[in-house]
C-alpha cells in the first residue's frame, strides 16, 4: 500500500472510529449514572415511573437497536454511507444532550420520565445505524485482504467508548462536592457529548463516500429496496440467519458476559464494589490492542476459527473461571481475627418509619475488610411482614488484599481477551458476507440482534436463573434436605454456555471459512 | 458434511420448540401471572422479542437446513 493512501486510510479510520466511540460513550453515560438518573427522573415510589425507567433500559438498549438497524442500513444502502452515519451521530450527540438539559421530574411531572424516554429510544436508534455504517465505510476503503486490521479499530470504540464514560464521570465528580454531583453536575457528561460530536462532524464532513459504494453508484447498481433484498430473498436471509446463529450471537454473549456480568458478578455476589471500578478499568486497558492484534492475525490465518475458537474457550472456561474469582476472595477461604469483629445495631429514621440496622465489620488475617449491613424495616415496633416474611435489605461488601485483586483482575482480563479475540474480526466477517449495495442492511440488523438481544439480555436472564437456583435451595433446605444446587452462584453462566456452544456447532459447520461476499 | 447438514435442521427445529417451551411455559406464563410490575416487563420481552427471534430465526434456520439450502454445491 503506498503512503498517500495508507495515510488517508488513517484519516478514514480516525474519523469513523472516533464518532463511534463517542455513540458508545453517549449510550454508556446513561447506563454508568442509572442510579442518579433514576433518583431525578423515576422516582422508585412511584410505579408509573418505574415502569418507565425499567422501559428505558430494555426498550432503547435492546429492543430498538434492531429498529435502528433496518432504518439507518436502509437508508446507508439507498444514500450513501458517509451521509447516514453522519445522521446517526447528528441523533446520539442532539439525544444525548437534551437528557442532560431535561428539568427533573420534581420540577415538571411525569413529562420528565416521558422526554428522557423518548430520547433514550433516540439513542437507541441512533446506535442501531452507527455501528454498520462505520464498519461498512472502513472496510469499503480498507480493501481485500486487509480490512480485518483496518476494521478492527471500529472494534476498539465500544470497549473504549466505556472506558471514557467511566473517566469523565469520574473527572466531573472530582471537580465538585458530592452534594453538587448530586444536585447538578450528573449533567456535565451528558453536556460534555456535544463538544465531542461537534468535533467529530467537523471531521466526519469532509471525509468522501466510501469507494466501493461509490463505485456501485456510479453504475447505477444500488438496490431499490434493501429490506426486501435482504430478508425478502432467501438467498441472502439465510446468510443473515447464519450470520446471526452461527458468530454473533455467540459474539454477543461473550461481550456482555466478560464486560457487564463480570463487573456485577464482583459487585453484588463478591461484594467489591470499591474495587470493581479499578479492577474492571486496568482489565480493559490490558486487553484493548488485542483487539487489533486479532482483527490483523484474522487476514492471516482467517476469521472463522479465530473467532470460534474464542467462543469455545469462553463455553468451557466460564464456570472455572467464575469458581476462581469467587473463592480467591470468598470468606469461608480466610481466617477471620475474631478480636476484631465489631456489631453495631442501631434504630435509623427512614422517610416516615423507623429501621432496625445491623452492621457486622470483620477482619482477616490478609489484610482483607468484610461489612455486612442488614436493614431491618419496622412497622409499630415490630418487623413489618412482607409477603409473609420479615421485610430485611442486605448488602454486604468487601475489600481484598492486592494479591487477590489482580488475580480477579487477571481472570476479567482473560474473558476480556476472548472478547478480543472473538469480537476482534467480526466487523470484517460480517462485510464480507454481504454485497456492496445491500451491505448496511445485511450485516446490521444481525449484529444488534445478536449484541442487543442475546447479548443485552445476558445479565437479566442470569440473575434470573442465580434467583431461581436460590429458591431451589431455599425449598430443599426449609424441607430439612441438603441444596440440590451445588454453586448456585454459577448457574447464570448456563445462559451464555448454551447459546455460545450452538453458536459454535453452527459457526463450525455451516460457516465456510474462506467466506466473501455470497454473490458479487 | 451436506448430510450431517440436512440431519442437524431437524435438531435446530427442535431446539426451537424447546426453546419456546421454556420461554412462554416456563417464564413469562408465571410472571405474567405474579402481576408485579417488575415481572411484566420481563414477561413482555421473553413473549414478544426474544421468543418470536428465537423460535422463528432457528425455525426458518432449520427449515433452510433440512432442504440443503447450507449444502455446499
Known sequence: MNQHKKSSLWTVIGASSVGTMIEWYDFYIFGSLATIISTKFFPSDNPTAAFLSTLATFAAGFVVRPFGALFFGRLGDLIGRKYTFMVTLLLMGGATFMIGCVPSYETIGFMAPTLVLVLRLLQGLALGGEYGGAATYVAEHAGPGQRGYWTSWIQTTATIGLFVSLIVIMATKSAMTKEAFEDWGWRVPFWVSILMILVSYLIRKNMSESPEFAKVKAEGKTSKNPLKESFGHKLNFKFVLLALFGLVMGQGVVWYTGQFYAMSFIEKTMGLADQKGNIMMIAILMATPFFVFFGWLSDRIGRKWLMLIGILIAVVSYRPVYKAMYETTSIKNKTEITAKTVLVAETKENKDALDSVYTTTKEFTDGATWKEVKTVALENGVAKIVDGKPKVDKVTTMVVNDADKWMVTLLVFFQIFLVTMVYGPTAAFLVELFPAKIRYTSMSLPYHIGNGIFGGLLPAIATSLVVSAGKLNDAAVAAGNEPVVQDAYLEGLWYPIIIGAICFVIGAIYVDGKSTAHKE | ?73
Open chain 2, 1 to 73: 458434511m451436506n448430510a450431517l447438514k440436512r440431519v442437524l435442521g431437524v435438531v435446530w427445529i427442535a431446539i426451537g420448540i424447546a426453546a419456546a417451551y421454556f420461554l412462554l411455559i416456563d417464564q413469562a406464563i408465571p410472571k405474567f401471572e405474579t402481576g408485579k410490575q417488575e415481572d411484566l416487563i420481563p414477561a413482555i420481552i421473553y413473549t414478544f422479542v426474544l421468543a418470536p427471534i428465537i423460535v422463528g430465526g432457528l425455525g426458518i434456520f432449520g427449515y433452510y437446513s433440512l432442504t440443503g439450502e447450507y449444502s455446499d454445491k
